[in-house]
């Protein structure tokens, strides 16, 4: 009776113990998973950056077009996409100069919210200029953004359509 501490811890240490074949598979898998993610597609700075002219230029035509609902979305978009610089680029310096952009894009908004064209188009023409400003902060100042003269896509309509 007096041994039977002794069992009862010696049961519960082996059943505690893992094969050491056990440790070397969990390594190997997590070798593998690390090769899976070194090798897992990640967008670069520039793709971010041309989804983020295409929804500029979207948001200008859903403004002109007083389909504000439209231009939120687009603002939205553009939200997105700078969030997600800052998450899968930051070994970039650029990303060090993108909270510039914040506050125009607010105005952008607030515009939005009211339903404002000519704040709209004041708000809009800051925030082109400010891209311009951070293109020229950070060394790509070769890369003009304008307000666009033709919408980026002829299959869409940026009208107002009432959904019910």
Known sequence: MRYLPFLILAAGLTACSHP???????????DSLEQQLDHAYKPG???????????????????????WE???FEIQEIKESLKDLQTY??????????????QPLDS??????LNDLSRFAAAYSLLT??????????DHGFNVIKTPETPPFTNQDFSVHKTD
């Open 89 to 102: 680029c930051t070994d970039r310096p650029e990303i060090q100069e993108i909270g510039m952009i914040d």
């Open 70 to 72: 439209l231009a939120d």
């Open 20 to 30: 050491a074949g056990h440790d070397q598979e969990l390594q190997a898998r997590i």
């Open 45 to 67: 700075f520039g793709e971010f950056m041309s989804s983020i002219q295409v929804h500029h230029a979207k948001l200008w035509f859903a403004g002109q077009s007083a389909n």
């Open 129 to 138: 200029q400010t891209c311009n400003s951070c293109h020229q902060a950070t």
């Open 108 to 113: 952008v908004q607030h515009a939005v919210q």
